[in-house]
């Protein structure tokens, strides 16, 4: 796919921290919530209701995909995957924001101890 | 988790698109499940579902929204045929609720309205009765006597007075109480008493904000009305209505009746207005009414054959609208059904030509509930263009249909596209999109083709003759009506035939107490003048002319009037005419002689009969000569026998006498002239002879009688031509749709027909073939729209002259038309079949 991925930045935010706990392993939605939950510190909560839906869109974009049931798990739990377009995205709105945190932290706005 | 918290997300699901539940019900239901319960986080949740699931139905529909207005600009021809009827039919359907809404269904602008009514006296004639207004002795008596009531008030009849400067003003003559018995409130000042001066006034609240700029201040100034100084007591809210028998209408001022002294022995005619106690029916009210009838007749004088009856204000009102509006809305209604039926038809159709569209979308993943959805929206978007159509095109036409519609009934002029018919509108739309898209997208869903399609398609054909059947109907019933009506001999002849009518200026007569015009000679003198006028062949003075009837007079003759019989108690027609009346009118003279000059004298006791007068009471001949007694000191002696006239096209000739005019009646003055021609200028050259002498004239009109008996014709005229040509468009749209459903059918059967061709059918073979399904489609359309006729048809019998609603010269006129048009209507499908070649059809396979 020859598109350019910044072509859909910014990213709802919710929408980049599934596609960053994806890229960190496949999982499955209530997992996906536990671990974005967990590495906030529960200030980005993850609710079924806003969940799904972004799941559902996701996958008819193409940015994530089911992948087959894995065997010691409940097989109605369905798990994701980033396909390479999703993870193509996850990095262009990384490297967004990255260039926004140095800007950020050049203007002294960000206290050194944030990056501890 | 609390098992409740469970049901409620569960139910919340349901907001969902269906296909987006089914693959994730269970897994948010178990994610919701595993999280701590919170009271902040539930209510998140359920926020979150909510808004989100209203975020992905709106996007679906907005995705279907845009796919059909693709979808249908790429058939422009078809788009444009479905857009254009609908627009038509809604146009039509939406000018025919908002005259409906404007004059029935918007409730009366009093404190309830089903509590108010009219009291009538009536008289039964020899042909049928004759009702009357009450005189202002009879509405004290019946205040007094009749305790059903919570209120009797009365008004006179609305005029026209003059006013400072030269203006005018239209006023009512009320009793003190009138107010207070419609229940409307001052917006400032009160409302008149009883007890105080005769010279109060109420003005209109625009009068008010017109002349008086809207100050408070204007309670206790003076308005001149013909000459006499009225002080100003109140302002009445703004629309306020006043009902009249037959009509509702905008007065400027209202003052207090004038008070007769009883000496004078003369009466004032009014319209008793009564209020019901609440909870008391108008039947009980009739019967209280009946108890004291004999209190009333004393109050009226010895008159033979009264009686008093009551009814609400609606019906007074309304009886005639009622009819007509309903009758034109049905016939609106039966033309958009068709119309819709005609829609889906073509719908169908389409859907049949885009099969290969649908499969492509469900191979591709999309559910026949997708579909189906997918169809629909695309139906409701045709429906809603051609809505917007329609109602511009329903605004435009408002003007003239308020301009058309016949009959003058009360708040015709104030019908238009408001919030209600807003309202309707947006029904419509929904009812269309139902109507026409409920199949097709049904359709879809069931993904049943073949069969299924071809009954439906025949049912919406049935449904259509049926509908088109019960229009066409009532045209040919009322139009049977109509000649039978315009064909009765009139009696008369109205070529260049002028009537004027001559309104006393009641405030004279209340001043003077005599009615002017009985001023010895003023009448004919006015009749000299009038025929000096150059064009004008000859002048009779008249209290009425036939469909004039500017003042209709009935007189009781008491028991043992006919010294023959010893007759009873009867009422018949009176009508005061000049000498030359009849040869004027050409009413043919039977028997006797005309009036002369002798007869016009104050002791005149020669009179005229009519033929019907003379056929009831004197059955052996020879009427002239014989003695009506009258009173016991007035004899009239019969000198002439003329014939029958028709006072309107709808009644029957009255037995009626006729006395030589000699002003002895009342104030009211009329007459009739002919001229060699037509006489630009004679309305104005008339009503200056008349301001000239001392008839102590108020308004005067002329008219043309001829013009007044095509006006008699209009309101049925109108009725039936309106209904004509909806009934034309009706049989148009159903032609059309049974060409479409057997155009349709046969080209599916080309190859049956093929190969019936090829095994020795005859040319005459197929067209039966052909026909016969027209004609079984035509028959169940005839026999569900004979029963559909019989259902609506009473809503006719108001208008219909001497012919039954169910006419069998009409209806059998009608059902052989049906059955001649649904074969025309297959003619062109037969002969295509016929020239079906067997081995093209057969390369089909």
């Not at chain 1, 806003?50 to 798990?79: F, K, N, S």
């Not at chain 2, 009320?174 to 003005?203: C, E, H």
Request: with cysteine; aromatic share 8%.
């Amino acid at each position: 796919m020859a598109r350019d991925p910044r072509s859909v930045l910014p990213l709802n935010p919710r929408a980049f921290y599934i596609l960053v706990a994806l890229a960190a392993e496949q999982s499955h939605g209530y997992a996906i919530a536990k671990s974005v939950e967990a590495a906030t510190d529960g200030v980005v909560r993850l609710t079924a209701g806003t969940l799904y839906p972004l799941i559902r869109q996701m996958l008819a974009d193409g940015w994530i995909a089911e992948c087959g049931a894995v065997r010691d798990q409940d097989p109605r739990r369905r798990m994701y995957r980033l396909t390479p377009w999703g993870t193509r995205i996850a990095q262009a709105e990384a490297l967004r924001l990255a260039q926004a945190v140095r800007m950020a932290s050049k203007s002294r706005l960000i206290p050194a101890e944030a990056f501890a | 988790m609390n098992p409740w918290l469970r049901r409620l997300f569960a139910l919340l699901l349901f907001a969902y698109p269906r296909d987006f539940r089914t693959s994730y019900a269970l897994t948010m239901r178990e994610h919701f499940e595993s999280e701590t319960p919170e009271w902040s986080g539930v209510l998140r949740t359920v926020w979150d579902v909510l808004s989100g699931a209203t975020a992905m139905r709106a996007e679906n529909v907005w995705r279907d929204f845009i796919y059909a207005v693709r979808m249908n600009a790429k058939a422009p021809l078809f788009t444009t045929v479905v857009v254009g009827a609908i627009a038509l039919s809604i146009a039509t359907n939406t000018v025919a609720f908002a005259l409906l809404n404007a004059v029935l269904l918007k409730p009366l602008p009093y404190a309830n309205p089903s509590q108010l009514g009219f009291v009538w006296q009536r008289m039964t004639g020899p042909n049928g009765p004759t009702t009357m207004p009450l005189s202002n002795v009879q509405v004290d008596a019946l205040a007094q006597d009749s305790k059903i009531f919570a209120s009797v008030t009365a008004s006179m009849s609305p005029d026209t007075v003059a006013t400072n400067g030269g203006a005018t003003l239209r006023r009512l003559q009320v009793k003190a109480n009138y107010f207070s018995t419609l229940g409307v409130r001052p917006v400032i000042g009160a409302f008149l008493t009883d007890g105080g001066s005769a010279q109060q006034a109420v003005i209109s609240w625009s009068l008010w904000r017109t002349r008086f700029g809207g100050a408070a201040n204007v309670l206790g100034k003076t308005l001149k009305l013909q000459g006499d100084l009225y002080t100003i007591a109140g302002v009445a809210p703004q629309g306020m209505l006043d009902p009249t028998p037959d009509s509702l209408v905008q007065t400027e001022v209202w003052t207090k009746i004038p008070r007769m002294p009883s000496s004078s022995g003369n009466q004032i005619v009014v319209f008793p207005l009564v209020r019901l106690h609440d909870g008391v029916s108008w039947q009980a009210a009739q019967a209280d009414l009946s108890r004291i009838q004999h209190a009333l007749n004393v109050a009226s004088g010895p008159f033979p054959g009264v009686h008093y009856y009551t009814g609400p204000l609606d019906d007074s009102l309304f009886s005639g609208a009622r009819s007509f509006l309903w009758m034109v809305y049905a016939a609106v209604t039966g033309v958009l059904l068709i119309a819709c039926a005609n829609v889906a038809n073509l719908l169908l159709v389409r859907g049949t030509v885009r099969e290969g569209e649908f499969a492509t979308r469900s191979a591709v993943g999309a559910s026949p509930r997708r579909i189906a959805s997918q169809v629909f929206t695309e139906t409701a978007v045709l429906a809603t263009a051609g809505a917007a159509i329609g109602l511009v095109l329903a605004w435009a036409a408002m003007p003239w249909a308020r301009s058309t519609i016949p009959g003058d009934f009360p708040r015709l002029q104030t019908a238009g596209i408001d919030s209600p018919v807003l309202l309707y509108v947006v029904g419509l739309i929904i009812a269309v999109t139902l109507l026409t898209g409920m199949l097709p997208a049904y359709k879809r869903r069931s993904n049943k083709t073949g069969k299924m399609s071809k009954h439906i398609g025949r049912a919406l054909a049935v449904v259509e003759i049926a509908v088109a059947f019960a229009l066409t109907a009532g045209f040919g019933v009322m139009l049977h009506s109509f000649v039978a009506m315009t064909s009765v001999p009139l009696g008369f002849s109205a070529r260049n035939v002028y009537v004027a009518n001559i309104h006393p200026n009641r405030d004279t007569i209340f001043r003077t107490q005599i009615p002017p015009i009985s001023h010895a000679g003023v009448d004919r003198e006015i009749v000299r003048r009038i025929r000096a006028i150059p064009g004008v062949l000859d002048a009779t003075a008249a209290t009425s002319v036939p469909f004039q009837n500017a003042f209709r007079m009935t007189i009781g003759l008491q028991a043992g009037w006919n010294r023959d019989r010893n007759g009873p108690p009867l009422m018949v027609g009176a009508v005061q005419v000049g000498a030359t009346y009849f040869q004027l009118l050409h009413i043919p003279m039977l028997a006797g002689r005309g009036f002369a000059a002798a007869d016009f004298s104050e002791s005149t006791s020669s009179v005229a009969v009519n033929e019907t007068f003379a056929h009831e009471y004197f059955p052996r001949g020879n009427v002239v000569g014989k003695l009506i007694r009258v009173s016991p000191g007035e004899t009239w002696h019969v000198v002439a026998l003329v014939g029958d006239t028709r006072a309107s096209f709808k009644e029957e000739p009255q037995a009626t006498v006729y006395l030589p005019f000699n002003g002895g009646f009342g104030p009211y003055f009329g007459l009739a002239l002919r001229t060699a021609g037509p006489l630009p200028g004679l309305a104005g050259e008339v009503k200056r002879v008349i301001s000239r002498t001392d008839a102590g004239a108020g308004a005067v009109d002329v008219s043309s009688l001829q013009d007044l008996i095509a006006q008699n014709a209009a309101d049925t005229r109108t009725g039936m031509e309106l209904l004509g040509v909806l009934a034309g468009v009706a049989l148009l749209l159903a032609l059309c749709g049974i060409y479409s459903v057997i155009a349709y059918a046969t080209q599916r059967r080309f190859h049956e027909i093929g190969i019936r061709v090829a095994v020795g059918a005859r040319p005459r073979n197929v067209i039966g073939l052909i026909l016969n399904a027209a004609l079984v489609q035509g028959a169940l359309g005839i026999a569900a729209g004979l029963l559909l006729f019989a259902c609506t048809a009473r809503l006719l019998a108001v208008e219909l002259y001497k012919t039954a609603p169910l006419d069998p010269l009409a209806l059998g006129v009608v059902i052989v038309l049906m059955i001649v048009c649904a074969a025309a209507a297959a003619l062109v499908p037969a002969w295509r079949a016929m020239r079906v070649q067997p081995a093209s059809a057969l390369r089909y396979e």
